[in-house]
Structure formats: structure tokens, C-alpha cells
């Protein structure tokens, strides 16, 4: 992303400073602090003041002087760190990395990701940002909250303002953490008026006079500034100050019209013309005022002191004081308001010319010549875009009128995107279209009559621009979860598109992987085939952050098609990647943790896998990915069924729900918990519940087969042998099986095959329980499963020491399609969990408030006596309660009490 | 809806455009710029210029149809 370098230059001293050495023993106070704050309007010396501070203290300082346009999170964060660069270039590439992916990455991850990487910096250092009131968006002040929340501990925030932001300042107040210099603190006191009037003006005014002057201005400095100006090349000082106190007049106002009557006809149309111009340059305003002596004039201008600073050492560029520029720019207007527009024509003509085209739409803009404007912006749409300015292309567009975007497809490209970003779906396919129309029938070259007469020729790839509208319609499809049309409009888009356009076409085979994946059409080759192909693009195109994003998506394609190997090998190489780049503490990296966990597990290695897990389990949560959460969660889940610690398992189930109050958890989630919750009621043998859980899902045999519902339909097969009706459950399977190897969901049609072996086995089918059995053992051996076969239960144990049997038993050596070792490694496994994990039948032992509790149930108390005994509440007992029962898996108190009995407790 | 929203210090009438063509009018003490405002954006915006030129906010009013102040509070900024 382009950067103007300017932005994070740390204002330098200026040789009229006024020393204040009481605010600058404050600053050195609040080093040590979070915040600093400089609140205070327009004119009190905040810049000054910091960049007095920073040089004199030779503090290691950020600097990031914010404007307007940085009211998109992404391009406020993308100078955040490269400001924090500055002080050390080595850091922040993986932060950088994470905000230009194109993943829909919630921007809290990046900003755990910085804290993270600040963390160990081992000295202090501080990131200023200049006027932050310019800052609107509230994105952008939530991350700033959660930055200050988790601030590095040698890190300082140093914020100069005109309003008090809205962050949480009364909070960090009470911690002691803030540094304050507000209006009254900024505002020049009587020495420092005296200093700055008799040092550095070496003006001569009484005591008197100075004190008239800070009187009327208040200790405003720009107030102050503006009377020395006034006050220049004239014999009667004392008589100008008692005038100038005695006028209730703005004072602005008053001081202006003296300092520009004193300037020439000539410098006063110099200065209300370039005030629209920001920053200026010689050049640029030889071009506005079409006259060849601006640069001299902008450094007689600086001799003078007359509000203009220079923003580099080359005495380049300048900028106006803000409200000197105001004033000018308000004058202006009223004298000669119909010359604006064309001043702003001139400007953009000039950025035009030298290739700054962002600068140059902005004064396209200005001047209200649309036409110009969107005959630049065409070809700048593509690159405002990649730069993450996707808020400023969005108001560009809100200013236009429709009718030139529509004749544009580039434009209509982008501003579709914009508009489904904001949900108005139905306005940006009427874009496409119309973009569809003018690409089907025009030449590939088109000539336009510009407004000065020349002819321009527009050459567009038409195929290009074809598949950009079918990539956008696939896009506006994934929003509203239409997985046909992803897929139909991603196809088209893969066709047309180059292959060189590595960006597009990344995320074009993404969001395929997508609808063919889990979370799609259940079709899992093709999601295969698809992420393959972005993973290898995003290689290409160097972007780590999003490699790994579809490489983990890969990953868990491996482990739904039986490759759990390859599954486990990929995230492996991935993990270094992860660290390569600096990406191991986001969500991403948390989610491969939790794939290779699920995979040792299956494996029956539970400890390193279950310590995975929960490994990815804290990254997901210190790095914010909620989603990620969820996911990892599942497996979790999974894990502990597998376990059989069905209370844990349940609780995580609890927790999924809480979270989906507050964010939209994805469809295809929802039903696997629904799958789980169910699955785990029928281990605790809750039967009243099947029922309800059958008509609430709406799910049936009848049912038409879906990837999605699928886990779901498992669940109503079991509770169907359950119920004595293992024909309509065999029958059922058959079906299922048959859907998920058509899609190659090999891991689903292993336990949808363990589960027809029961329902087989339950209808006295003995040799097809067998047949059966084999199969899944010869599909699990080639993949790499175990424990799959373990969560059956004891009953797929005695079968397979059968099966053991018939092999011994078999006269000719057949193609046995399965080794012994393996089927032994399952046996084995059935023994595995149980010892593996803590005594059985407690999962964490009751605390001591809780034995005592436990001791008075089991003499027959009521939880009335309890309290009183204890001398705690009802509901504190009903909590102990509650928790005992849970520790010990229980639901009364006879049972409570008959199994703590048991297991010596009492 | 219409708006007067009264300042301290007594401003030229030249900082009408700036303030997207409301009326000003001064008393010599303070000075009150009345006029038509679209949305509580573009008020908002109105403010900060304000903020932006260092006077001394006193009062923010919205006026009924026929002009007559409507009893309100202090703006609280």
C-alpha cells in the first residue's frame, strides 16, 4: 500500500519556540503512563508542544499525523504501523500481512497480533497521534479501546485532539493512567507570553501591554501569533494593544484584516487562492494561479512567519496553518466564489499530470466535475481498493451521479462491491448488469471525446473485466449464502480471468472451496481441487496470511476425505509458516493446532492431541477469532465424547450457544452442535428427549440428502435401533452411505458404516455385520482411523475379535483387504481412554466448601438447614449443589450421597 | 429544521458560507447564527467548525416553524 511519508514525520523544532518547560516536566511525568492526552481546540501549541518534547527528551517516538481519509480502519491501521516501524523496521510485516489479506478478518485479530509483537520491545517508546479528532469512525475507535486495554508495557499512547475522544478515558483516569494537558494547561501564561513577545519577537511592550494582550486572547497562542503579526513594522505598540483589547470583534477576525491589509494586493490573491490547495507546493501552485513565482513567494511567506510550515527538509511542500487556511478559504469565497471550481480544475490538472491520481480525483471532486472525476477514478479504482480505502471509494461514488458510473464497467465493478458491502444487493447486481451490456457489446476499444476536445483511447480487456462481474456476482451470492450461484458464477469467473490476476483469481478459488466444502454442497474432490489451486496462487503472490487460510481450509478437507496423514503433514508445514511469518498467535494458526490435535486423537494419542487442542483453544481466544473459537470447539467436543466425559462435552456445547447470541455463527455450525448435543443424550440415556429433538430438527427418513443435515441424519439412525426399528434404520444408512461416497466424505461414511453394523447386527444379520465391519476397516486402515471405531462401543469390539476369528479360520490366504496389527491397534484402543484420563467417574475433585456441603446432604439436611449450619445463603448452597452433582455426575441427593459413599469420599 | 446557535465574541458576517449560509447576526457581545440545518450530521458538522475556530459555545436552539425559540436545554458537548 502506498504511504505518503510525510504523514509520519515528527514535526520538526521550530526556531520560534517558545520554550514551556512546566508542560514539558508533565509530559516526562506521564512516560511512564498509558495515555497521554493534549485536548484542547485548534491554536494551542499541541504539535509544538510534542515535537519540543520528543526532540529535547530524545524520546523514541512514533509519529502519525492523521487525516481525513484515514477514517478507514484498514488504511489507519496500515499507517499505525508504519509509523511504529519507524522505529524499528524489522517489526510488523505479519500485522501488515494480516490487514491486506483478503480474508473477512475481524480487525482485532491484527490488532492482538501488534500488541503481541510490542510486548517484548524492552524500552520505552511512544506512538503520538496527531488529530485524532479527525477520526470518525467508530471501527476504528473500538480498536483503539481494545489497544489501550492490552497496551504493551513499555508502550505509551500520546493523543493531541480538539474534542475528547470516545475512548474509555474516565477508566484509564482511575487507573492512574493518564496524563492530561487540556485548554486551560495548554494556554501561554504571563512568562510565557512575556518570553515569546520580548525574547523571540524582541518586541517591546510593557507589562501592561503583555498583560492586555493575554487578557483578550485568553493565552491563545494563534491569537497571540496573529497580534505580533499585526503588530510588525509598526511605531505605536501600546496604542494598537489598548485598540485591540477594547474590540469585542472575533479575534480572528480582527487580527486577519489587520495582517492581510498590511500584505500586498499581490501576496493577499496568492494566499486566498492557494488556500484551497493542501499541502502546497511550488510547482502545484504555479499551476492554480497559472504564474511562475510561487516558490519564492511560499519561502517569503515562511521568512514571515506568516502561518505556513514546511513538511520536509527540502522546503518542497507546505501546509498552511488550519485556520489561517479557513479564513483565507472562507474570504475567498465571498469575494470570488465562482472562481473555486476552476482553481480546483487547475490543481487536478497538476495531479494528473504528475501521475498522483488519488489527489487528483479529490480535486475532481471539489471542483464538481464528475466527469473528469470519473474518468480518473476508472483507472484507479482497482488500486484504491487494494490500498484498503474502500470507505473513501464508497463516499466517491455516493457523490457521483449514476448515470457515469453505469457507462463505465471498471467503475461498476467496484462500486457493485461497495454496495453489496452495504447490503444493497438487488442496486449492485442492476450495476453488473449494465456493465454485462456495455462489455457484450462494444469493441474491445472504445474512443472518448474528452471535455477539452482530445480524444482518449479506452483499452479494455473485455474477457478480464467479464470475469471480474462473475467473480463479484459470486461474492454477492457467498453474502447471501446462495451456494448454487457461488458456484455457478465462480466457474464462470475462473474461465474468463487471466491467469496472471492472482488476486481475483485467490479469492475466486476460495470462496469455491467454500461451496464445495462443509460449508457448501458437501462436495469434497472439488473443494479439494479448489483450495489446492488458491493455496499454490497465494504462494505466488506471497501473501502468507491468506496461504494459510486456504491451506487450513485444505487441511480439513484431508481430514473429511480419509487422508489423514496428508491432513497431518500439511499442518505441520503450515505451523512453520505460521511461525516464519510471525502469524502464530492468530486465529488461523490456532485453528491447525486443533486440526492436528483432532487427528492424534483419532489416533489414540491423546495427550499430546487433547494438549493441542487446548492449545488452540487459547490462541483462538487471546487472538479474538470468535469463529475459529467455535470451530475448535467442535473438536473439542468430539474429543470428550470420545472420551465418554459427556458433562465437559455438554458444557462446551453450552458455551457454543452462549456465543452465538452475539455473533452469527455459520449454518453449517449450528447443525453440527445440534448433532452433537443430540448424540451425547443418547450415551446419557436421556430417551425422553430423542423425541422432541427429532420434531424440532423437522428431519425424517424421508428426507432429501444434504451434506449440511447430514451428521443430524446419523443421529436419527441410532435412535431409530435404539427404538427397535433397525430395518428402517439399515435401510436409512444405505442411502446416506451411498450420498457421502458419491461426494467422497469418506470420514462421515465410517461412522454412518459402524452404525449400519449395529443396525445389521440387531436384525440378526450375522455375515453382513461382518462384510460390513471389514469394509470399515479396510476404508479406516488405508486413512488412518481409529478411535471412530471406539465411540460405537463394546459391541464393534466383540465383532471385531470375531472378525480376528474368521480370518484365522479362512482356508486360503484371500486378499484380505485390512492388516491384523490394525485391527489389534483398534482392540487395544478400547482399553486406551479410560486409563488415560483422570478417575473415572470425577473430573475434577470436589473443593472443600463442597466435601462439607456434600457431608451434611448425606446426613439429610435440607438445603434450608445447610445454610444456616454454614452460615451462607440458599443460593450458594443450590450452587454447591449443582456443582457437586455435575462433579459426580448425578442428579440427587440419594444418588449423590449412595456415590460418594462409593467412592469414599464420606 | 431550523436552527440558532449562539456564540461568544462578535463574528464577521463574512463567515456565513463557511457556515453553509446561515444568517449572522451580532449584538457587539455575542453572536447568533440562524438558519436551515438538513440532519443532526450536518448540525454536528456545524460544531466543529465552530470548535475549530476557538469560540465559546453558549447555546444551541432549534426554533418551531414560526421562528420563536423553543425552550431547550444547553447543548451538552
Given amino acids: 500500500m502506498f504511504l505518503q511519508k510525510t504523514k509520519l514525520v515528527i514535526p520538526p523544532l521550530r526556531d520560534d519556540l517558545v520554550s514551556r518547560p512546566r508542560l514539558l516536566a508533565k509530559l516526562n511525568e506521564g512516560a511512564n503512563k498509558k495515555l497521554s492526552l ?90 503520538v497521534l496527531d488529530d485524532y479528532h479527525l477520526i470518525q469512525s467508530s471501527s476504528i475507535h473500538d480498536m483503539l479501546g481494545l489497544f489501550l486495554d492490552g497496551l504493551p508495557p513499555k508502550m505509551q499512547l500520546i493523543l493531541a485532539t480538539r474534542s475528547d475522544p470516545p475512548l474509555p478515558i474516565s477508566r484509564i483516569r482511575t487507573q492512574n493512567q493518564l496524563t492530561e494537558l487540556r485548554t486551560q494547561d495548554l494556554s501561554f501564561t504571563s512568562d ?79 494566499l486566498r487562492k492557494t488556500s484551497i490547495l493542501d499541502p502546497l507546493s511550488g510547482p502545484l501552485c504555479d499551476a492554480v494561479m497559472e504564474q511562475k513565482n510561487s516558490q519564492q513567494m511560499l519561502n517569503r ?10 513538511l520536509d527538509n527540502d522546503r518542497k511542500w507546505y501546509r498552511y496553518h488550519r485556520l489561517f487556511a479557513d479564513s483565507l478559504s472562507q474570504r475567498l469565497q465571498h469575494k470570488q466564489g465562482e472562481i473555486v471550481p476552476e482553481l480546483h480544475r487547475r490543481a487536478c490538472d497538476w495531479y494528473d499530470k504528475h501521475g498522483m491520481k488519488y489527489e487528483a480525483v479529490d480535486h475532481a471532486f471539489a471542483a464538481h466535475d464528475f466527469d473528469r472525476a470519473a474518468f480518473l477514478l476508472e483507472y484507479m479504482a482497482e488500486t484504491v481498493w487494494d490500498r484498503g480505502q474502500q470507505v473513501k471509494l464508497a463516499q466517491w461514488f455516493g457523490q457521483m451521479p449514476e448515470r457515469l458510473i453505469s457507462q463505465r464497467p471498471q ?105 464445495h466444502g462443509w460449508a457448501g454442497d458437501g ?55 505460521a511461525e516464519h511469518a510471525g502469524l502464530s498467535q492468530t486465529g488461523n494458526a490456532a485453528s491447525l493446532h486443533s486440526i492436528l490435535g483432532g487427528i492424534l486423537c483419532e489416533r489414540d494419542e491423546l495427550d499430546t492431541g487433547m494438549s493441542m487442542i487446548k492449545k488452540g483453544l487459547e490462541l483462538a481466544k487471546l487472538s479474538h477469532d470468535l469463529i475459529a473459537l467455535q470451530g475448535i470447539r467442535l473438536n473439542w467436543i468430539r474429543v470428550m465424547v470420545l472420551t ?81 426399528r433397525p430395518e428402517e434404520a439399515d435401510l436409512f444408512l444405505d442411502r446416506l452411505i451411498k450420498n457421502a461416497l458419491d461426494s467422497h466424505r469418506i470420514a462421515s461414511a465410517m461412522e454412518m458404516r459402524l452404525v449400519r453394523v449395529k443396525a445389521l447386527y440387531a ?97 439429610g439436611l435440607t438445603n434450608q438447614e445447610i445454610a444456616e449450619k454454614l452460615f451462607i445463603s440458599l443460593n450458594t448452597v443450590r450452587t454447591h449443589t449443582k456443582n457437586i452433582n455435575n462433579k459426580l455426575d448425578v442428579h440427587s441427593r440419594t444418588q449423590a450421597t449412595a456415590r460418594a459413599k462409593k467412592l469414599g469420599l464420606i | 429544521m431550523r436552527y440558532q446557535i449562539r456564540v461568544e465574541g462578535q463574528l464577521n458576517s463574512h463567515w456565513a458560507h463557511w457556515f453553509e449560509g446561515m444568517a449572522i447576526d ?50 451538552k458537548r
Fill in chain 1, 38 to 127: 493534549l485536548s484542547a481546540p485548534p491554536g494551542f501549541g499541541k504539535t509544538t508542544l510534542l515535537s519540543e518534547w520528543i526532540h529535547k527528551k530524545k524520546f523514541p517516538a512514533a509519529w502519525f499525523s492523521i487525516d481525513e481519509r484515514d477514517n478507514d480502519p484498514i488504511s489507519f491501521l496500515t499507517y499505525m504501523i508504519a509509523a511504529l516501524q519507524t522505529l524499528d523496521k524489522n517489526w510488523g510485516q505479519p500485522a501488515l500481512e494480516l490487514i491486506q489479506s483478503p480474508q473477512l478478518l475481524a480487525l482485532e485479530s491484527t490488532i492482538f497480533t501488534m500488541i503481541t509483537s510490542l510486548t517484548p520491545i524492552p524500552k520505552n517508546f511512544a506512538l
Fill in chain 1, 411 to 515: 467503475l461498476c465493478v467496484f462500486y457493485a462491491r461497495s454496495l453489496i458491502m452495504s447490503g444493497r444487493q438487488k442496486e449492485a447486481e442492476q450495476c453488473l448488469a449494465s456493465a454485462e451490456k456495455i462489455l457484450e457489446s462494444s469493441s474491445e476499444e472504445v474512443v472518448e471525446i474528452l471535455p477539452d476536445g482530445t480524444r482518449f483511447q479506452h483499452i479494455f480487456n473485455r474477457e478480464e473485466l467479464l470475469g471480474k462481474v462473475s467473480a463479484v456476482r459470486a461474492l454477492m451470492a457467498m453474502y447471501q449464502g446462495d451456494v448454487a450461484n457461488v458456484i455457478e458464477h465462480a466457474y464462470h469467473a475462473l474461465v474468463l480471468l487471466s491467469e496472471e490476476n492472482l488476486t481475483w483469481r485467490g479469492v475466486v478459488e476460495t470462496m469455491l472451496g467454500m461451496a
Fill in chain 1, 644 to 724: 465418554k466425559d459427556f458433562p465437559r462435552a455438554l458444557r462446551f456445547i453450552d458455551e457454543i450457544i452462549k456465543d452465538s447470541k452475539n455473533i452469527d455463527l455459520p449454518p453449517w455450525m449450528s447443525h453440527v452442535v445440534a448433532a452433537y448435543q443430540a448424540r451425547i443424550w443418547i450415551e446419557l440415556g436421556h430417551t425422553d428427549l430423542w423425541s422432541q429433538w427429532i420434531e424440532e430438527r423437522g428431519i425424517s427418513v424421508e428426507d432429501k440428502l444434504s451434506c449440511r443435515i447430514e451428521l443430524e441424519h446419523v443421529v436419527l439412525a441410532r435412535i431409530l435401533i435404539l427404538q427397535d
Fill in chain 2, 26 to 75: 451580532s449584538d457587539g457581545v455575542t453572536t447568533v447564527l440562524t438558519g436551515s440545518i438538513a440532519d443532526q450530521s450536518q448540525l454536528h458538522g456545524l460544531l466543529h467548525r465552530i470548535r475549530d475556530l476557538n469560540l465559546p459555545l453558549i447555546s444551541v436552539n432549534k426554533l418551531d416553524t414560526s421562528g420563536k425559540e423553543k425552550i431547550n436545554r444547553e447543548d
Fill in chain 1, 763 to 859: 436384525q440378526a444379520k450375522i455375515e453382513e455385520t461382518i462384510h460390513e465391519l471389514k469394509q470399515a476397516v479396510a476404508q479406516g486402515e488405508s486413512s488412518g482411523f481409529i478411535h471412530v471405531f471406539t465411540m460405537e462401543g463394546k459391541i464393534i469390539a466383540r465383532l471385531l475379535v470375531k472378525v480376528l476369528e474368521d480370518d484365522k479360520r479362512a482356508k486360503t490366504e484371500q486378499d484380505i483387504p485390512y492388516s491384523t496389527q490394525y485391527v489389534n491397534k483398534i482392540l487395544s484402543a478400547f482399553e486406551g481412554p479410560k486409563s488415560k484420563t483422570k478417575t473415572p467417574g470425577i473430573d475434577e475433585s470436589l473443593s472443600d466448601r463442597e466435601t462439607e456441603v456434600l457431608k451434611l446432604i448425606a446426613a
Fill in chain 1, 301 to 310: 511567506l515562511e521568512k514571515s512567519n506568516l502561518f505556513i510550515f514546511s
Fill in chain 1, 523 to 577: 462436495n469434497m474432490l472439488k473443494a479439494e481441487k479448489a483450495f489446492s489451486s488458491a493455496i499454490s496462487i497465494m504462494e505466488k503472490a506471497g501473501n502468507s496470511s491468506f496461504y494459510l487460510f486456504a491451506g487450513l481450509a485444505l487441511a480439513g478437507i484431508f481430514t473429511y476425505i480419509g487422508r489423514l496423514q496428508d491432513s497431518e503433514n500439511l499442518c505441520k508445514s503450515l505451523l512453520k509458516v
Fill in chain 1, 192 to 270: 510565557e507570553t512575556t518570553r515569546y513577545f520580548k525574547d523571540k519577537l524582541q518586541v517591546d511592550l510593557s507589562i501592561e501591554d503583555i498583560a492586555l494582550l493575554e487578557s483578550r486572547t485568553e493565552g491563545w497562542i494563534t491569537g497571540l501569533q496573529l497580534a505580533a503579526l499585526s503588530m510588525q513594522g509598526r511605531t505605536d505598540l501600546s496604542a494598537f494593544v489598548e485598540k485591540f483589547s477594547g474590540d469585542n470583534r472575533y479575534i480572528v477576525d480582527y487580527l486577519m484584516e489587520e495582517v492581510l491589509h498590511r500584505q500586498p494586493e499581490k501576496i493577499q490573491d496568492f
